[in-house]
């Protein structure tokens, strides 16, 4: 529940593994869960997206992770859903 602890471990977690596109996912769902953290949320999703969550089978679809419910309006989080089912589909195929 103490959103800062998990934001600043994942901060932490991205300096021993820069680029860590789990870790940027992550970072989006807890700024996400945060008042007036809606820049920070569509920036972290942005960056998961650029660094490659789209090859995480894993995942679920990000529209439907209820973390992520308060920016999933947002027109800049929906250009880089887009963008990751893009690349989704593209991994798909090769």
């Known amino acids: 529940n103490d959103l800062q602890a998990a934001v ?14 789990v ?11 945060m008042q007036d953290q ?3 949320a569509v ?10 969550i789209a090859a ?9 992770d209820p973390d992520l419910a308060s920016i999933a309006q947002d027109e800049r989080f929906q250009l880089a859903l887009t963008e990751l089912r893009t690349q989704r589909a593209a991994h798909e195929t090769s």
């Open 8 to 21: 600043d471990n994942f901060m932490n977690s991205l300096k021993q593994n820069p680029q860590d596109p």
């Open 23 to 33: 870790c940027a996912y992550n970072l989006s769902c807890c700024f996400a869960l």
């Open 38 to 40: 809606t820049d920070a």
């Open 43 to 52: 920036r972290w999703f942005e960056l998961c997206v650029r660094w490659g």
């Open 56 to 64: 995480h089978d894993e995942l679920d679809d990000p529209a439907t």
